[in-house]
C-alpha cells in the first residue's frame, strides 16, 4: 500500500471500530506513527477522508446494482446479498449515517444524487421480475413501496445490527437481513419465485451453520 491507502485502510478500519464521530485526525495520526500533516497532505479534513471512502462504497454498489433484462428473483437477492457485505465492509459509514448525512455536504449531494439512479435501477429490475412472472405489483404505488422499503433496509440494517446484534458474525447478520428481504417480497411473489426465495434461504441457513461450527 501507499501512504493514501494506509491512511484510508486503517481510517475505515478505526471508523468501523468506534464510529465515525469518535476518531479525530490526531488519533488517527497516532495509530498509523506519523504526523497529522502527513494526513491532511491527501485529506485536507476528516470530512474529505469521509467523503472518500464514501466513494468507494458507492462504486462497489454501482458494480453490483445493475440493470438485468434477464434478472431472476435469486438474481435479484445474490445481487442484494453482495450489497449488504458492502455495507458490512463499510459499516462505520452505515452507523453514522445521520451524522454524516447532516455534516458533510459533499457527501450529502454526492448521495442524493447516486439514490436517484439506485432507485430508477431497482425499480426496473423489479419490473423485470414481474415480466418475467416472478412478482405481480398491482400499481406504481406498490412497487414504489418495494423500492422505498428496500433503501430503508439497506440504510439502516447496519445501525439495526450494532444494537442488537454486537455477538452477531457479518455471515449471520447479512442473512438475517436477506430473510427480512424476502419475506417483504413474498407477498406479491409467483410459486417459482417463491421456490427461489425458499431455495435461497435455505442456502443461507445452511452457510450460517456452516460458519458457527468452525
Not at 450529502?108 to 435501477?121: C, E, G, V
Not at 412497487?143 to 455471515?171: C, D, P, T
Not at 421456490?195 to 435455505?202: D, G, I, K, P, V
Not at 442456502?203 to 468452525?214: G, Q
Amino acid at each position: 500500500m501507499n501512504t493514501r491507502e494506509k491512511i484510508l485502510d486503517r481510517a475505515l478500519e478505526m471508523f468501523n471500530e468506534r464510529g465515525i464521530e469518535y476518531v479525530g485526525l490526531r488519533e488517527l495520526a497516532a495509530v498509523l506513527d506519523m504526523r497529522v500533516s502527513n494526513i491532511t497532505y491527501y485529506f485536507p479534513t476528516k470530512d474529505d477522508l469521509v467523503y472518500q471512502l464514501s466513494q468507494e462504497l458507492s462504486l462497489k454498489n454501482s458494480e453490483v446494482i445493475v440493470d438485468n433484462k434477464d434478472l431472476s428473483m435469486s438474481g435479484f437477492l445474490v445481487m442484494l446479498q453482495k450489497v449488504f457485505e458492502n455495507h458490512y465492509q463499510y459499516r462505520g459509514l452505515l452507523r453514522s449515517f445521520v451524522h454524516i448525512m447532516t455534516q458533510n455536504k459533499q457527501v450529502l449531494a454526492s448521495y442524493k444524487k447516486t439514490q436517484t439512479s439506485r432507485k430508477a435501477t431497482l425499480s426496473s429490475n423489479i419490473h423485470t421480475l414481474v415480466k418475467a412472472g416472478y412478482i405481480k405489483v398491482e400499481n406504481d404505488e406498490e412497487l414504489n413501496f418495494l423500492v422505498s422499503a428496500l433503501a430503508i433496509i439497506s440504510r439502516y440494517w447496519i445501525s439495526e445490527a450494532a444494537v442488537f446484534g454486537q455477538h452477531v458474525n457479518k455471515e449471520q447478520q447479512v442473512s438475517k437481513n436477506l430473510i427480512m428481504v424476502t419475506n417483504l417480497f413474498m407477498p406479491y411473489a409467483s410459486p417459482k419465485a417463491k421456490r427461489e426465495m425458499e431455495t435461497f434461504r435455505e442456502e443461507l441457513v445452511a452457510t450460517k451453520s456452516e460458519t458457527n461450527m468452525r
